[in-house]
Protein backbone atom coordinates (compact mmCIF):
# COMPACT_ATOMS: atom_id res chain seq x y z
CA UNK A 1 0.00 0.00 0.00
CA UNK A 2 1.40 3.63 -1.07
CA UNK A 3 0.34 6.26 1.16
CA UNK A 4 0.71 10.17 -0.01
CA UNK A 5 0.58 12.67 2.57
CA UNK A 6 -0.29 15.70 1.62
CA UNK A 7 1.11 19.35 2.87
CA UNK A 8 4.14 16.79 3.85
CA UNK A 9 6.59 19.31 5.03
CA UNK A 10 3.75 21.24 7.28
CA UNK A 11 3.47 20.94 10.82
CA UNK A 12 1.97 17.48 11.03
CA UNK A 13 3.22 16.05 7.72
CA UNK A 14 6.69 15.51 8.82
CA UNK A 15 5.46 14.05 11.92
CA UNK A 16 3.43 11.74 9.99
CA UNK A 17 6.00 10.92 7.40
CA UNK A 18 8.48 10.56 9.75
CA UNK A 19 5.93 7.51 11.63
CA UNK A 20 4.69 5.79 8.61
CA UNK A 21 7.93 4.98 7.31
CA UNK A 22 9.09 3.88 10.64
CA UNK A 23 6.53 1.36 10.51
CA UNK A 24 8.07 0.34 6.86
CA UNK A 25 5.07 1.61 4.94
CA UNK A 26 5.52 2.78 1.55
CA UNK A 27 5.20 6.79 1.58
CA UNK A 28 4.63 9.54 -1.11
CA UNK A 29 5.29 12.73 -0.09
CA UNK A 30 3.58 15.86 -1.69
CA UNK A 31 4.86 18.97 -1.72
CA UNK A 32 5.33 22.34 -3.77
CA UNK A 33 9.74 21.84 -3.96
CA UNK A 34 10.55 18.91 -3.50
CA UNK A 35 14.90 20.00 -3.11
CA UNK A 36 14.29 21.70 0.22
CA UNK A 37 11.72 19.02 1.73
CA UNK A 38 14.28 17.39 3.91
CA UNK A 39 12.64 14.08 4.82
CA UNK A 40 13.52 11.13 5.94
CA UNK A 41 15.55 8.21 3.37
CA UNK A 42 13.26 5.96 2.13
CA UNK A 43 10.34 8.56 1.78
CA UNK A 44 9.80 9.25 -2.23
CA UNK A 45 9.33 13.11 -2.62
CA UNK A 46 6.82 14.24 -5.45
CA UNK A 47 6.00 17.49 -6.94
CA UNK A 48 2.49 18.80 -6.27
CA UNK A 49 -0.15 21.31 -5.91
CA UNK A 50 -3.75 21.02 -4.58
CA UNK A 51 -4.27 24.11 -6.33
CA UNK A 52 -2.76 23.06 -9.44
CA UNK A 53 -4.79 20.11 -10.13
CA UNK A 54 -2.36 18.88 -13.43
CA UNK A 55 0.20 18.25 -10.69
CA UNK A 56 -2.14 15.64 -8.81
CA UNK A 57 -2.25 12.50 -11.52
CA UNK A 58 1.38 11.72 -10.94
CA UNK A 59 1.44 12.14 -7.57
CA UNK A 60 -1.99 10.19 -7.24
CA UNK A 61 -0.79 7.41 -9.57
CA UNK A 62 -0.47 3.93 -8.05
CA UNK A 63 -1.78 5.72 -4.23
CA UNK A 64 -4.18 3.63 -2.45
CA UNK A 65 -4.50 5.99 0.43
CA UNK A 66 -3.87 9.46 1.50
CA UNK A 67 -3.33 12.15 4.15
CA UNK A 68 -5.50 15.40 2.52
CA UNK A 69 -4.76 18.63 3.79
CA UNK A 70 -7.86 21.46 3.20
CA UNK A 71 -5.81 24.53 1.70
CA UNK A 72 -3.19 25.30 -0.88
CA UNK A 73 -0.78 27.68 -2.22
CA UNK A 74 1.08 30.53 0.19
CA UNK A 75 -2.08 30.90 2.62
CA UNK A 76 -4.52 28.79 4.60
CA UNK A 77 -7.77 29.61 2.67
CA UNK A 78 -10.01 26.62 2.16
CA UNK A 79 -9.29 25.21 -1.30
CA UNK A 80 -11.17 26.52 -4.15
CA UNK A 81 -10.98 23.57 -6.42
CA UNK A 82 -12.12 21.05 -3.59
CA UNK A 83 -14.52 18.93 -5.79
CA UNK A 84 -12.00 18.68 -8.33
CA UNK A 85 -9.01 17.71 -6.16
CA UNK A 86 -11.39 14.97 -4.29
CA UNK A 87 -12.39 14.03 -7.97
CA UNK A 88 -8.87 13.12 -8.94
CA UNK A 89 -8.26 11.12 -6.04
CA UNK A 90 -11.07 8.79 -6.85
CA UNK A 91 -10.21 8.73 -10.37
CA UNK A 92 -6.72 7.76 -9.24
CA UNK A 93 -7.95 4.95 -7.33
CA UNK A 94 -7.28 5.98 -3.82
CA UNK A 95 -9.76 4.33 -1.38
CA UNK A 96 -9.03 6.11 2.11
CA UNK A 97 -8.55 9.77 2.77
CA UNK A 98 -7.71 11.65 5.99
CA UNK A 99 -8.47 15.11 6.25
CA UNK A 100 -6.87 17.59 8.18
CA UNK A 101 -9.93 20.00 9.18
CA UNK A 102 -10.22 23.49 11.07
CA UNK A 103 -12.87 23.90 13.79
CA UNK A 104 -15.36 24.58 11.01
CA UNK A 105 -15.44 22.27 8.31
CA UNK A 106 -15.10 23.44 4.73
CA UNK A 107 -14.93 22.08 0.70
CA UNK A 108 -12.57 20.12 1.17
CA UNK A 109 -14.52 17.91 3.64
CA UNK A 110 -17.88 17.87 2.12
CA UNK A 111 -16.36 16.67 -0.89
CA UNK A 112 -14.82 13.55 0.28
CA UNK A 113 -18.01 12.83 2.38
CA UNK A 114 -19.55 12.81 -1.24
CA UNK A 115 -17.24 11.27 -2.77
CA UNK A 116 -18.05 7.22 -1.86
CA UNK A 117 -14.21 7.19 -0.20
CA UNK A 118 -13.26 6.23 2.97
CA UNK A 119 -13.21 9.13 4.94
CA UNK A 120 -11.79 10.29 8.19
CA UNK A 121 -11.82 13.96 9.87
CA UNK A 122 -9.18 14.90 12.00
CA UNK A 123 -10.04 18.30 13.80
CA UNK A 124 -7.48 19.15 16.27
CA UNK A 125 -7.77 21.92 18.57
CA UNK A 126 -4.51 24.63 19.29
CA UNK A 127 -1.38 22.92 18.02
CA UNK A 128 1.30 23.43 20.62
CA UNK A 129 3.73 24.16 18.11
CA UNK A 130 1.95 27.52 18.08
CA UNK A 131 4.26 28.62 21.08
CA UNK A 132 6.80 28.41 18.67
CA UNK A 133 5.78 32.55 18.06
CA UNK A 134 6.67 32.95 21.39
CA UNK A 135 10.24 32.01 20.63
CA UNK A 136 11.90 35.16 19.22
CA UNK A 137 10.74 37.08 22.36
CA UNK A 138 12.33 34.40 24.73
CA UNK A 139 15.66 33.96 23.06
CA UNK A 140 16.26 37.68 22.90
CA UNK A 141 15.03 38.06 26.79
CA UNK A 142 12.19 40.28 26.02
CA UNK A 143 8.91 39.98 27.38
CA UNK A 144 6.58 37.68 25.81
CA UNK A 145 2.88 38.90 25.15
CA UNK A 146 -0.07 36.77 26.65
CA UNK A 147 -3.21 37.95 25.18
CA UNK A 148 -6.03 35.93 26.47
CA UNK A 149 -4.08 35.01 29.34
CA UNK A 150 -6.70 33.18 31.58
CA UNK A 151 -8.03 31.66 28.17
CA UNK A 152 -7.72 27.61 28.50
CA UNK A 153 -7.07 25.48 25.46
CA UNK A 154 -6.70 21.46 25.30
CA UNK A 155 -4.01 22.17 23.15
CA UNK A 156 -2.44 19.31 21.29
CA UNK A 157 1.15 17.82 20.41
CA UNK A 158 1.18 17.62 16.21
CA UNK A 159 2.76 14.27 17.08
CA UNK A 160 -0.56 13.32 18.08
CA UNK A 161 -2.34 14.37 15.47
CA UNK A 162 -0.23 12.49 12.86
CA UNK A 163 -0.49 9.45 15.19
CA UNK A 164 -4.21 9.57 14.96
CA UNK A 165 -4.41 9.93 11.22
CA UNK A 166 -1.79 6.93 10.64
CA UNK A 167 -4.14 4.67 12.90
CA UNK A 168 -7.13 5.94 10.69
CA UNK A 169 -4.70 5.41 7.39
CA UNK A 170 -3.71 2.01 8.05
CA UNK A 171 -6.47 0.44 10.08
CA UNK A 172 -10.19 -0.56 9.60
CA UNK A 173 -13.42 1.18 11.48
CA UNK A 174 -12.44 4.69 11.36
CA UNK A 175 -14.57 5.59 8.12
CA UNK A 176 -17.08 8.29 8.47
CA UNK A 177 -15.59 9.20 11.73
CA UNK A 178 -14.81 12.65 12.95
CA UNK A 179 -11.96 12.96 15.51
CA UNK A 180 -11.91 15.72 17.86
CA UNK A 181 -7.95 15.88 18.99
CA UNK A 182 -6.90 17.35 22.15
CA UNK A 183 -3.92 16.83 24.15
CA UNK A 184 -4.22 15.74 28.10
CA UNK A 185 -4.70 19.31 29.86
CA UNK A 186 -6.37 22.48 29.62
CA UNK A 187 -3.62 25.36 29.92
CA UNK A 188 -3.73 28.86 29.95
CA UNK A 189 -1.29 31.01 28.48
CA UNK A 190 0.18 31.99 31.95
CA UNK A 191 0.59 28.27 32.85
CA UNK A 192 2.42 27.83 29.25
CA UNK A 193 4.36 29.82 30.02
CA UNK A 194 4.92 28.28 33.46
CA UNK A 195 5.62 24.99 32.04
CA UNK A 196 8.19 26.26 29.14
CA UNK A 197 10.08 28.33 32.02
CA UNK A 198 10.49 24.77 33.58
CA UNK A 199 11.88 23.25 30.28
CA UNK A 200 14.20 26.33 29.70
CA UNK A 201 15.40 26.11 33.73
CA UNK A 202 14.70 29.81 33.95
CA UNK A 203 12.10 32.48 33.89
CA UNK A 204 10.53 33.85 31.55
CA UNK A 205 9.80 37.40 30.51
CA UNK A 206 5.90 37.79 30.69
CA UNK A 207 3.07 40.59 30.39
CA UNK A 208 -0.41 40.06 30.34
CA UNK A 209 -2.22 42.52 27.61
CA UNK A 210 -5.54 43.48 27.13
CA UNK A 211 -8.20 43.02 24.15
CA UNK A 212 -7.43 46.00 22.30
CA UNK A 213 -3.55 45.39 22.65
CA UNK A 214 -4.22 42.22 21.66
CA UNK A 215 -6.12 43.16 18.20
CA UNK A 216 -3.62 46.29 17.53
CA UNK A 217 -0.84 42.87 17.98
CA UNK A 218 -2.75 40.89 15.72
CA UNK A 219 -2.97 43.65 12.98
CA UNK A 220 0.34 44.45 13.19
CA UNK A 221 1.64 40.35 12.69
CA UNK A 222 -0.30 41.26 8.98
CA UNK A 223 -3.51 39.35 9.20
CA UNK A 224 -6.51 41.23 7.82
CA UNK A 225 -9.72 42.29 10.03
CA UNK A 226 -11.68 39.48 9.74
CA UNK A 227 -9.15 37.26 10.90
CA UNK A 228 -8.35 39.71 13.46
CA UNK A 229 -11.85 39.49 14.95
CA UNK A 230 -11.67 36.07 14.87
CA UNK A 231 -9.22 35.27 16.61
CA UNK A 232 -10.35 37.33 19.00
CA UNK A 233 -13.57 35.79 19.25
CA UNK A 234 -11.72 32.83 19.72
CA UNK A 235 -9.61 33.97 22.76
CA UNK A 236 -12.12 35.80 24.45
CA UNK A 237 -15.15 33.58 23.74
CA UNK A 238 -13.41 29.60 22.78
CA UNK A 239 -16.17 27.55 21.85
CA UNK A 240 -16.41 24.36 24.80
CA UNK A 241 -14.46 22.10 22.42
CA UNK A 242 -11.06 24.30 22.44
CA UNK A 243 -10.80 23.93 25.89
CA UNK A 244 -12.83 20.15 26.72
CA UNK A 245 -9.52 17.46 27.12
CA UNK A 246 -11.24 14.55 25.15
CA UNK A 247 -9.65 10.65 25.28
CA UNK A 248 -9.61 10.72 21.47
CA UNK A 249 -5.63 9.97 20.90
CA UNK A 250 -5.58 7.51 23.79
CA UNK A 251 -8.75 5.66 22.20
CA UNK A 252 -7.31 5.66 18.94
CA UNK A 253 -3.66 5.17 19.31
CA UNK A 254 -3.41 3.11 22.78
CA UNK A 255 -1.45 5.21 24.66
CA UNK A 256 -1.66 8.77 26.35
CA UNK A 257 -1.31 11.83 24.73
CA UNK A 258 2.15 14.01 24.82
CA UNK A 259 2.11 16.59 27.59
CA UNK A 260 2.67 20.43 26.79
CA UNK A 261 5.94 19.45 29.13
CA UNK A 262 6.89 16.88 26.82
CA UNK A 263 7.09 19.13 23.94
CA UNK A 264 8.76 21.71 25.77
CA UNK A 265 11.42 19.43 26.35
CA UNK A 266 11.66 18.52 22.50
CA UNK A 267 12.01 22.25 21.62
CA UNK A 268 13.72 23.51 24.19
CA UNK A 269 16.44 24.69 21.44
CA UNK A 270 14.27 26.97 19.51
CA UNK A 271 14.18 28.77 22.89
CA UNK A 272 17.34 29.74 23.38
Given amino acids: ???????????????????LVHGGHDVRAMTRDPLRAKLP????????????????????????AMHLITFGGEGYAPLENAEQVVGLIKKAGVRRVTVLTGFEPG?????????????????????????????PSVREDRP?????????S?????????????????????????????????????????LLSE???????????GVEEARRELRESGLAEDEVEALVRLGTN???RA????????????????TFAQWAAEHVDAFR
Fill in 144 to 152: VSLPFAHCP
Fill in 107 to 135: PVEAAAENSGLEWTHLQPVEFMSNMLEWA
Fill in 238 to 240: PPE
Fill in 199 to 209: ALGRPLKTIEV
Fill in 154 to 194: AMVHEADIAAVAAAALLEDGHDGSAYTITGPQSLTPVETAR
Fill in 243 to 258: RTVLPTVEQITGRPAR
Fill in 1 to 19: MTILVTGATGTVGRHLVGQ
Fill in 41 to 64: EGVQVVAGDLTRPETLPAALDGVT
